[in-house]
T-cell receptor, first 109, second 116 residues
């Protein structure tokens, strides 16, 4: 069945270092969404990518959607302590959302 | 600040209890969802309602019973739960459900459920 794999599961970085999380789908997606969940909080929508090869930026965050629409990445430049949390991708196909397992980011001051 | 409100925030219940989780959305959305979040697992979709009609039921045990009296409210009735049902239960809403299933989800703060 449809699966969305996300790596790494955990990432510890020093403040100021970069961070990347990757999302891979077993099938082609119509679009992909990214969410952030702070510790003790709930997932919050960050962005949606729809087009093949699409790249979007939000300040220090860069989101990419692969040419085949089967993979995506989120890159954070120069992490800050406010970036702490778990980042989830959600692949969308048909009527279904398929959430990845998330990448938990810890930023060491 | 979230436009989706869940109560209670925390719930401890025995296996023979009956309780209900409540969700209310103030966003004017047409679709509402129940998700289960367990440690080290992807978010699991439990139920979807679109315009108060259940459109998905993902093989959820009958000890979980959803109710959607109107487009702004969603309940999850719980009875004779098992310890493995302990998890964070998240309610979410989206503008629409259907062919253009790309409306982002707006989540509530969740109910942390512990079954003893």
């Amino acid at each position: 069945g449809q699966q969305v794999m996300q790596i790494p599961q955990y990432q510890h970085v020093q403040e100021g270092e970069d961070f990347t999380t990757y999302c891979n789908s077993s099938t082609t997606l119509s679009n992909i969404q990214w969410y952030k969940q702070r510790p003790g909080g709930h997932p919050v929508f960050l962005i949606q990518l729809v087009k093949s090869g699409e790249v979007k930026k939000q300040k220090r965050l860069t989101f990419q959607f692969g040419e085949a629409k089967k993979n995506s990445s989120l890159h954070i430049t120069a992490t800050q302590t406010t970036d702490v949390g778990t980042y989830f991708c959600a692949g969308v196909t048909g009527n279904q959302f398929y959430f990845g397992t998330g990448t938990s980011l810890t930023v060491i001051p | 600040e979230t436009g989706v409100t869940q109560t209670p925030r925390h719930l401890v219940m025995g296996m023979t209890n009956k309780k209900s989780l409540k969700c209310e959305q103030h966003l004017g959305h047409n679709a509402m969802y129940w998700y289960k979040q367990s440690a080290k697992k992807p978010l699991e979709l439990m139920f979807v309602y679109s315009l108060e009609e259940r459109v998905e039921n993902n093989s959820v045990p009958s000890r979980f019973s959803p109710e959607c009296p109107n487009s702004s409210h969603l309940f999850l009735h719980l009875h004779t739960l098992q310890p493995e049902d302990s998890a964070l239960y998240l309610c979410a809403s989206s503008q629409e459900y259907g062919l253009s299933y790309n409306s982002p989800l707006h989540f509530g703060n969740g109910t942390r459920l512990t079954v003893t």
